[in-house]
Structures are given as structure tokens and as C-alpha cells.
């Protein structure tokens, strides 16, 4: 059984090696996690599977369990203020609900449009051939062109699966990369977006138009962003938990929490040698504003509220626009009757912002509204073409989680640095060499089945 912890982590120690035997093929004896959100918990999860069920694994965490994945309660009903959306390829995440037997919430229909400060630019239909010819009339054969790569990359990317299925690790973010892509995908986390789809023949209108806006929304950032989103030793963790300090040691340590330098991690480490590597670039801000009344429509030049025909609006990069996107929002749990609220009625509605709304703002996007409750995230890398990729390993049977959020941030991919993780882990306690970094894999798995 895992063990959850809220606590503080006041640091992590390391002890020298010559006050240990080795273990000579023992499993480890403790096992720590330091951080229980999505990626946190997947890694105790594959621990277990890996190591068996006599490892003590302690997981720790400062706030609530969860992390960047929450919701807010507005009229008795919850609604997502963080991750959530599982995508059908997303494996591991589809696995994790099966084996925890939730439910699929029902799908509610909602049009929409992207808003790029004085009108929309392009707005979805009832019909889908209209909206493709629209496509089509407006960027050419820009969104096919899209939708091929995006497909090759998904499937190189599902390699991933087959590769852990098979119990194959990676060191290193980029190795696990490479092993996907080749050189094309480490490019990817070194080139922006904007240019490796002007390479595809990507026009400039799709991208501010049509690129831009899912960006915003899903990263609170523009098109800059990349195009891919053995000594024995022991480590003390020392922590503090209602005000009682503790400390204790552990084989295993796994950090599943950012350790760059405008999060507060609540971490820090003493007594390394060498110094660990330090952790460059910073979290991108974003804020949920979850907001319980009336859209003003007028605003979106739609005077008569009963006229207003969208449920989600994106915006493009457009100076002077306060927000990312705002969308009406249906509860964690859908009754039978449910139906959403129509923009003359008061309704529930997510706003993403790069900064808290202010007064005005909420003035400007509701005529009235009963209540605002907000979540300020440092929710993902703040993305730039240039940053190096942070190291898996930061020392002997001490990984970093957090690094894979450089080349994508979801939480699938989460899931499947933690799996890595955790063969990683199992593979060199056990001096399993040859089960990491493997090159050809592809032809390793086939020659296997």
C-alpha cells in the first residue's frame, strides 16, 4: 500500500558510501517519492509493479495530493481548475482510470470560435464539411499539411509503449527521444513551433489564426514555444510534518516535483559531491479563473445574449487581449438531465489569464457575475527554443521526474517519465546495463516478439 504524506521537505541529505555494505542483489529496503501529483503517484505505482509489494515506498507532499490536477466547488458542484483531459492515445492514463474504475463524464456539445480582439477570425458550425470547406477557403491546405505531421509524430511517439512494455529505460530525456525520433525529435525541442511549420508549408495565417490560439490555451504561451513540447549509497531525508521533524534513509530517492528556481519546491539538498546540476529556465504562470455568472456577449459583438452561439472561445496573440480563452465548463460529475447553460443564464466558465483578472477585466468579459475563484498555476515550463533538456539522473539512485516537462508537459507525459523512472530505477539497482540506452530498439522489440 502506498503511503501519502503531506509534509514539508526540509532537505535531502546524502551519506558517504563507505558506512553501507553493497547490497548484493537485495531489493532496496525504502523507497521515497517526493512529490504526489500525477507524476509522483504514477511512480510509486510503477515502483510497486517493479520492485514488488516488500519495498516500503513513502511518498511525500507538501500541499494536497494531486498537484496540478484539482478542481474548485461552485454551487455544490466541482469543476476542473487544472489538467483535464485524457486523450483515447494517452496509455498509461487510460490504464491508471480503468484500474481505478472511473467513469467517463459525458460528453456535452459546444461550439467554438477564435477571438482575435475586435471579431472572430474563424468560427466552428453545426456542419462539419461547412467547417472544412471554411478551412480550407481560409488557410488551403495548411490544416492537412498539419494534421500528416502531428500524425507522425503520434506514431513515432507510440513507440514509447512498446519500448516499456518490453522493460527498456532511458538515463536521459534526450536518449528516450532519440529512441523515438531520432535526431528530428531532439530538433524539436530546439527549434519553435513557428518554424518547423513554416518548414512543413504551413501558411503564417494558420498559425496565428489557428496554431496560436490551442497554444494559449494549452500552454498560456505563443508559437515560440518548441515544436516538441555503480557505488552503493544512501540518502537522509529529513522532513517536517505538523511541526515534528523527522528524518529517515532511503536507497531510492525520486524527485516528482520542479526544482527550478521560481517554484517553491520546499526542497534543498546538502552534502553532494559533486554539486548537483543546477536547474535552468523557470515555470510559465497561468491562472484559472473559474467564474459563476453572466458572459457579456456584447463585448464579443453579440448584443442579444440568446444569439451567442459558442461555448468555448480561444484567442489569438494579440497585444492588448488580458486572456488566454474562456469557455463555459460543465461539473466533474453530469447528471442524466444536465444541460449546459445558455449565455443569457447565469453559467460556470474556466478563464485562462497570464496574470489574475482584475475588476475591470471581469467587467469586460461578464455583465454580472456571482463569484470568482482562482488558481494561479505555475502550471508548465516556460518554453524557449534554446533550453537544454534537465538531467533524469542528478545522482547514484537519485531521479528527476519533472526534466520530461521540457519536451511536453501533459499528463501522459508524466505517466511515461514515470514509468521510465521506475525501469530506470529497477534496472540499475540491479545492474541491468543492458536493458538501458539500447539503440534499434524498434528492431530489438520485433526480433523479441
Known amino acids: 500500500?502506498?503511503?501519502?504524506?503531506?509534509?514539508?521537505?526540509?532537505?535531502?541529505?546524502?551519506?558517504?558510501?563507505?558506512?553501507?555494505?553493497?547490497?548484493?542483489?537485495?531489493?532496496?529496503?525504502?523507497?521515497?517519492?517526493?512529490?504526489?501529483?500525477?507524476?509522483?503517484?504514477?511512480?510509486?505505482?510503477?515502483?510497486?509493479?517493479?520492485?514488488?509489494?516488500?519495498?516500503?515506498?513513502?511518498?511525500?507532499?507538501?500541499?494536497?495530493?494531486?498537484?496540478?490536477?484539482?478542481?474548485?466547488?461552485?454551487?455544490?458542484?466541482?469543476?476542473?481548475s487544472g489538467g483535464s483531459i485524457i486523450h483515447s492515445l494517452n496509455l498509461h492514463m487510460q490504464d491508471f482510470v480503468q484500474q481505478l474504475g472511473l467513469k467517463y463524464r459525458k460528453s456535452v456539445a459546444g461550439k467554438t470560435a477564435v477571438f482575435g480582439g475586435e471579431e472572430f477570425v474563424l468560427e466552428e458550425t453545426d456542419w462539419y464539411l461547412l467547417d472544412l470547406f471554411h478551412l480550407w477557403w481560409r488557410y488551403g491546405i495548411s490544416f492537412i499539411r498539419l494534421?500528416?505531421?502531428?500524425?507522425?509524430?503520434?506514431?513515432?511517439?507510440?513507440?514509447?509503449?512498446?519500448?516499456?512494455?518490453?522493460?527498456?529505460?532511458?538515463?536521459?530525456?534526450?536518449?528516450?527521444?532519440?529512441?523515438?525520433?531520432?535526431?528530428?525529435?531532439?530538433?524539436?525541442t530546439r527549434r519553435s513551433l513557428s518554424e518547423s511549420l513554416l518548414e512543413l508549408g504551413v501558411s503564417q495565417r494558420f498559425i496565428d489564426e489557428v496554431i496560436a490560439p490551442i497554444m494559449r490555451v494549452n500552454y498560456g504561451q505563443n508559437i515560440s514555444i518548441p515544436a516538441f513540447v555503480g557505488d552503493y549509497?544512501?540518502?537522509?531525508?529529513?522532513?517536517?510534518?505538523?511541526?515534528?521533524?523527522?528524518?529517515?534513509?532511503?536507497?531510492?530517492?525520486?524527485?516528482a516535483t520542479p526544482l527550478q528556481h521560481n517554484v517553491n519546491s520546499g526542497i534543498s539538498f546538502q552534502g553532494f559531491e559533486p554539486q548537483l546540476p543546477e536547474m535552468v529556465g523557470s515555470y510559465h504562470q497561468t491562472v484559472a479563473s473559474i467564474v459563476h455568472g453572466y458572459l457579456n456577449c456584447t463585448y464579443f459583438g453579440f448584443p442579444d445574449p440568446k444569439l451567442f452561439p459558442f461555448a468555448s472561445i480561444l484567442t489569438t496573440d494579440t497585444p492588448g487581449l488580458f486572456f488566454n480563452?474562456?469557455?463555459?465548463?460543465?461539473?466533474?460529475?453530469?447528471?442524466?438531465?444536465?444541460?449546459?447553460?445558455?449565455?443569457?443564464?447565469?453559467?460556470?466558465?474556466?478563464?485562462?489569464?497570464?496574470?489574475?483578472?482584475?475588476?475591470?477585466?471581469?467587467?469586460?468579459?461578464?455583465?454580472?457575475?456571482?463569484?470568482v475563484q482562482v488558481t494561479d498555476w505555475l502550471a508548465y515550463p516556460h518554453y524557449g527554443s534554446t533550453q537544454g533538456l534537465p538531467p533524469v539522473v542528478l545522482h547514484e539512485s537519485l531521479y528527476y521526474l519533472n526534466?520530461?516537462?521540457?519536451?511536453?508537459?501533459?499528463?501522459?507525459?508524466?505517466?511515461?517519465?514515470?514509468?521510465?523512472?521506475?525501469?530506470?530505477?529497477?534496472?540499475?539497482?540491479?545492474?541491468?546495463?543492458?536493458?538501458?540506452?539500447?539503440?534499434?530498439?524498434?528492431?530489438?522489440?520485433?526480433?523479441?516478439?
Open 1 to 80: 500500500m502506498h503511503k501519502y504524506l503531506h509534509v514539508v521537505l526540509a532537505f535531502v541529505h546524502v551519506l558517504a558510501d563507505s558506512d553501507f555494505a553493497k547490497h548484493d542483489g537485495a531489493p532496496p529496503s525504502k523507497i521515497a517519492v517526493v512529490g504526489a501529483g500525477i507524476g509522483g503517484t504514477a511512480t510509486a505505482h510503477f515502483l510497486r509493479q517493479h520492485f514488488g509489494p516488500e519495498v516500503r515506498i513513502d511518498v511525500f507532499e507538501k500541499g494536497s495530493v494531486g498537484g496540478r490536477l484539482a478542481t474548485v466547488t461552485v454551487n455544490h458542484q466541482d469543476y476542473e
Open 147 to 188: 494534421q500528416m505531421w502531428v500524425e507522425e509524430i503520434m506514431e513515432k511517439f507510440m513507440r514509447i509503449y512498446k519500448y516499456q512494455a518490453h522493460g527498456y529505460a532511458f538515463s536521459s530525456v534526450e536518449e528516450l527521444l532519440h529512441s523515438l525520433g531520432g535526431s528530428g525529435f531532439i530538433n524539436m
Open 233 to 255: 549509497h544512501q540518502y537522509e531525508l529529513t522532513y517536517t510534518s505538523q511541526n515534528e521533524r523527522t528524518s529517515e534513509l532511503y536507497d531510492i530517492v525520486v524527485v
Open 325 to 371: 480563452s474562456a469557455a463555459s465548463v460543465c461539473p466533474v460529475n453530469i447528471t442524466s438531465g444536465f444541460r449546459r447553460k445558455q449565455p443569457q443564464e447565469a453559467g460556470v466558465y474556466k478563464v485562462f489569464s497570464p496574470k489574475p483578472l482584475e475588476k475591470n477585466e471581469l467587467k469586460t468579459l461578464f455583465k454580472s457575475y456571482y463569484s
Open 403 to 449: 526534466g520530461i516537462e521540457w519536451a511536453g508537459s501533459a499528463m501522459e507525459m508524466s505517466s511515461v517519465a514515470a514509468k521510465n523512472i521506475a525501469l530506470l530505477a529497477y534496472h540499475r539497482w540491479n545492474r541491468q546495463l543492458e536493458m538501458i540506452d539500447q539503440k534499434d530498439l524498434m528492431h530489438k522489440v520485433k526480433a523479441e516478439l
